[in-house]
T-cell receptor
Framework: KAGVTQTPRYLIKTRGQQVTLSCSPI?????VSWYQQTPGQGLQFLFE???????NKGNFPGRFSGRQFSNSRSEMNVSTLELGDSALYLC????????????FGPGTRLTVL | GENVEQHPSTLSVQEGDSAVIKCTYS??????FPWYKQELGKGPQLIID?????GEKKDQRIAVTLNKTAKHFSLHITETQPEDSAVYFC????????????FGKGTMLLVSP
């Protein structure tokens, strides 16, 4: 079974631009969660989608948004990029029932200049 | 919300030694505790997990123990090998209707030959 895939793997943007990241979950998984990883803050939860609905949201500004499609693929969008948005963005998929195991993709490395 | 503390932040051992990483959590409702290993340039990979109805779980050289009364859990790696060198993260989750992991800050394990 194929693992979680994320595209693109690397991205360079400038301040003020917007960016869209994509995540394809493991086949059969209906939940996709997004995390931001930085050296200073570690792994922080952004939001979780299940069956095209956002079920939970972390403590991030409204510039961070996401969506999930009927095939469970998910995208996250960051508008008006700031230097502090530079990070590794990870998505994880699971079956979606409470404490099911989450499997992570390789991440998208975003650099904001 | 949940808070997970992880110690130590770095750990250096000689090949063949044992390594222990400890985590404490704050939310007594948490009942699922996974451990992830992250190698450079890759996403976190699940190595072992434990649920609150179990006190200890072992998988070859890796074991995890859980003390619900004290709200702490530990990862034990025996007979360490250079390929065990990586960053290890503990996390906690609970039955809340959605899938959200709260992570510790990570431990960089260095195994010297």
């Amino acid at each position: 079974k194929a693992g979680v895939t994320q595209t693109p793997r690397y991205l360079i943007k400038t301040r003020g631009q917007q960016v869209t990241l994509s995540c394809s979950p493991i086949s059969g998984h209906r939940s996709v969660s997004w995390y931001q990883q930085t050296p200073g803050q570690g792994l922080q939860f952004l939001f979780e989608y299940f069956s095209e609905t956002q079920r939970n949201k972390g403590n991030f500004p409204g510039r961070f948004s996401g969506r999930q499609f009927s095939n469970s693929r998910s995208e996250m969008n960051v508008s008006t990029l700031e230097l502090g948005d530079s990070a590794l963005y990870l998505c994880a998929s699971s079956l979606g029932h409470n404490t099911d195991t989450q499997y992570f993709g390789p991440g998208t490395r975003l650099t904001v200049l | 919300g949940e808070n997970v503390e992880q110690h130590p932040s770095t750990l250096s051992v000689q090949e063949g030694d044992s390594a222990v990483i400890k985590c404490t959590y704050s939310d007594s409702a948490s009942n699922y505790f996974p451990w992830y290993k992250q190698e450079l340039g890759k996403g976190p990979q699940l190595i072992i997990d434990i649920r609150s109805n179990v006190g200890e779980k072992k998988d070859q050289r890796i074991a995890v123990t859980l003390n619900k009364t004290a709200k702490h859990f530990s990862l034990h790696i025996t007979e360490t090998q250079p390929e065990d060198s990586a960053v290890y993260f503990c996390a906690a989750s609970k039955n809340s209707g959605y899938s959200t992991l709260t992570f510790g800050k990570g431990t960089m394990l260095l195994v010297s030959p």
